[in-house]
């Protein structure tokens, strides 16, 4: 079974700190994505990756960069944590053959900022 | 961009009955996927369904596809409280690559023992 897994169940962070929040997959997946999820507004798609040092900005890329070193690897990364990036966030993997395929999700990051 | 709603938001049932939640989008796609939440966890994929089909059934479920109203439905049958979870269409699109899924805003269910 595909394995994505998110370093973090819930992290506190202070407004103004540079977060990190990790996310590594097991099945060799081109395609990895970080979404945000709050209540009312589904999924937002906040960057994506489709290649080892490959990125392209989502729909919400403001305050937001991202990292991929390694295939296995996709970091996010809050430059400045705000309040209003209180949220759940999602990190997904998918092979990239086709449309025809689901995405895998990692468990979630439940992030505060205070 | 494209925005998958499903209808209801919410949704309360005993246990045993059957559930069905519907989805609606405005765009063309390739295929219409459901995942399933538990609270406070990732998404799981559930099944997928392709444009050009317009039933599919997996187990419990069974997802059917309308592309000429732009609406899909889920029904899950003789459910059971571990059925308990948020459910979520994501519509890929004909074009503009994966990326361009987009998730809706979910329905909520609760079966009741």
């Known amino acids: 079974d595909v394995k994505v897994t998110q370093s973090s169940r819930y992290l506190v962070k202070r407004t103004g700190e540079k977060v990190f929040l990790e996310c590594v997959q097991d099945?060799?997946?081109?395609?990895m994505f970080w979404y945000r999820q709050d209540p009312g507004l589904g999924l937002r798609l906040i960057y994506f990756?489709?290649?080892?040092?490959?990125?392209e900005k989502g729909d919400i890329p403001e305050g937001y960069s991202v990292s991929r070193e390694k295939k296995e690897r996709f970091s996010l990364i809050l430059e400045s944590a705000s309040t209003n990036q209180t949220s759940m966030y999602l990190c997904?993997?998918?092979?990239?053959?086709?449309?025809?395929?689901?995405?895998?999700f990692g468990q979630g990051t439940r992030l505060t900022v205070v | 961009s494209q925005q998958g709603e499903e209808d209801p938001q919410a949704l309360s049932i005993q246990e045993g009955e059957n559930a069905t939640m519907n989805c609606s989008y405005k765009?063309?796609?390739?295929?219409l996927q459901w995942y399933r939440q538990n609270s406070g966890r990732g998404l799981v994929h559930l099944i997928l369904?392709?444009?050009?089909?317009r039933e599919k059934h997996s187990g419990r479920l069974r997802v059917t596809l309308d592309t000429s109203k732009k609406s899909s439905s889920l029904l899950i049958t003789a459910s059971r409280a571990a059925d308990t979870a948020s459910y979520f269409c994501?519509?890929?699109?004909?074009?503009?690559?994966?990326?361009?899924?987009?998730f809706g805003t979910g329905t909520k269910l609760q079966v009741i023992p």
């Open positions: 369904i392709r444009s050009n089909e």
């Open positions: 099945m060799d997946h081109e395609n």
């Open positions: 765009t063309s796609i390739n295929n």
């Open positions: 997904a993997s998918r092979i990239s053959a086709g449309m025809s395929t689901e995405a895998f």
């Open positions: 990756s489709y290649d080892v040092k490959m990125k």
């Open positions: 994501a519509t890929v699109p004909n074009s503009g690559g994966y990326q361009k899924v987009t």
